[in-house]
T-cell receptor, first 109, second 115 residues
Framework: SQQGEEDPQALSIQEGENATMNCSYK?????LQWYRQNSGRGLVHLIL?????REKHSGRLRVTLDTSKKSSSLLITASRAADTASYFC?????????FGKGTMLLVSP | NAGVTQTPKFRVLKTGQSMTLLCAQD?????MYWYRQDPGMGLRLIHY???????AKGEVPDGYNVSRLKKQNFLLGLESAAPSQTSVYFC??????????????FGAGTRLSVL
């Protein structure tokens, strides 16, 4: 399997704190994406970072990419209860994505 | 604009029964995908299609067949259901690679139980 790995598998924080999730992948990438999945729902795209980028921001999200270490991180700043969800990284292949196993984030009020 | 629509949302089958899951997208996407999601396993690709009339195997294709007769529809078939196929199935679609970097849009999922 070429699946990547997210770390940690589960994360529990309080509202207002920052949440950091890490992703490691196995093969060279064109780009790497992060998705969110609320309980019982489909995945929703959050952000894409290309292989020649090192950092990208979108609102409260900050993604970094280190191609030499084959790793990426997703930082959610000033978390809210509504951020409670599972987060997946996905590496882009020729025409498909390979998803990691996800990090479950619980944000308590 | 409905996006990606999956039917049915829930289904219970007996071992050996067959069924077809339907995925429809209204975004004129070229690529369509079927995944299964199991606890602790993330999403695994079953089959995908890069255009009308084309299909290709993903990571876990055994026990499934697909068809893409129309650009907007992608069907997933289970010929003889097995308990190991109990899972949540997701359909997704995207533009061609190179357009939007293969960002995928997902349906809400089909929860299938095989008894």
């Amino acid at each position: 399997s070429q699946q990547g790995e997210e770390d940690p598998q589960a994360l529990s924080i309080q509202e207002g704190e920052n949440a950091t999730m890490n992703c490691s992948y196995k093969t060279s990438i064109n780009n790497l994406q992060w998705y969110r999945q609320n309980s019982g729902r489909g995945l929703v795209h959050l952000i894409l970072i290309r292989s020649n980028e090192r950092e990208k921001h979108s609102g409260r999200l900050r993604v970094t990419l280190d191609t030499s270490k084959k790793s990426s991180s997703l930082l959610i700043t000033a978390s809210r209860a509504a951020d409670t969800a599972s987060y997946f990284c996905a590496q882009t292949g020729y025409s498909t994505l390979t998803f990691g196993k996800g990090t479950m984030l619980l944000v308590s009020p | 604009n409905a996006g990606v629509t999956q039917t049915p949302k829930f289904r219970v089958l007996k071992t050996g029964q067959s069924m077809t899951l339907l995925c429809a997208q209204d975004m004129n996407h070229e690529y369509m995908y079927w995944y299964r999601q199991d606890p602790g396993m993330g999403l695994r690709l079953i089959h995908y299609s890069v255009g009308e009339g084309t299909t290709a195997k993903g990571e876990v294709p055994d026990g499934y067949n697909v068809s893409r007769l129309k650009k907007q529809n992608f069907l997933l078939g289970l010929e003889s259901a097995a308990p190991s196929q109990t899972s949540v199935y997701f359909c997704a679609s995207s533009y061609k690679i190179g357009q939007q970097g293969n960002i995928q849009y997902f349906g809400a999922g089909t929860r299938l139980s095989v008894l």
